[in-house]
């Protein structure tokens, strides 16, 4: 099986669908569930699933982005991934970890990638009046929430939806999109799904 090493930094709803997923016939098994925050919810979730956890605390780096990643690394490459998946990890990483990492690691992203890239996206959409959210899982690259998109599931923005609301709307649709484009990702298919 390809090892699939999962970074979080919260409750880790996403990181559940994906470690769900991988089972049976599936060509993935995760081999690592990583936060960068110790109370990170998910971290319990994945030591409940039986997946090896680990905690790299930013904090602890004051500041030292590449001290920080040089640790991230260390860490995750003691599990020698084969691919590396970002599901709700708060943290901007640089070029150089990246590129440790090319063409091996994904994201997914609460918007309809290109709109929205950064934080709040829900709330921003909202506020243009946009008929339609989503979100769009794609290959990280260099520049933030930027890179080749592997598969994107739109859902209605309805009158007088929160940015809560369409939150939970889409989080369902993330539950969805984030397995199968792994999937895909991992068998080696990069045409884009659409659901
Ligand atoms: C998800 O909605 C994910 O798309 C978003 O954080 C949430 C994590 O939830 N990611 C980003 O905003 C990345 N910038 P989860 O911990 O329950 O999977």
Aim: some cysteine; proline content about 7%; hydrophobic content about 40%.
């Amino acid at each position: 099986h390809k090892k699939v090493a999962i970074l979080i930094s919260g409750g880790g709803s996403n990181m559940v669908s994906l470690a769900k997923s991988m089972v049976g016939d599936h060509p993935g098994r995760p081999c690592l569930v990583l936060s960068n925050l110790p109370t990170a919810g998910g971290l319990q979730k994945a030591a409940d699933m039986g997946i090896p956890t680990a905690v790299v605390d930013h904090r602890s780096f004051k500041g030292d982005r590449e001290v920080f990643e040089e640790e991230l690394i260390s860490v995750i490459d003691a599990y020698a991934p084969d691919a590396i998946a970002l599901a709700g990890f708060m943290r901007i990483l640089t070029p150089k970890f990246i590129t440790h990492y090319a063409g091996r690691m994904l994201n997914i992203h609460p918007s309809l990638l290109p709109k929205y890239k950064g934080l709040h996206t829900h709330q921003r959409a909202i506020e243009a009046g946009d008929a339609e959210g989503g979100c769009s899982v794609h290959e990280v690259t260099a520049e933030l929430d930027d890179g080749p998109i592997l598969g994107q599931a739109r859902v209605p923005i309805l009158p007088g939806d929160t940015p809560d609301d369409l939150a939970a709307r889409v989080l369902v649709q993330e539950h969805r999109l984030y397995p199968a484009v792994l999937r895909r990702f991992l068998e080696g298919e990069t045409e884009p799904l659409i659901l």
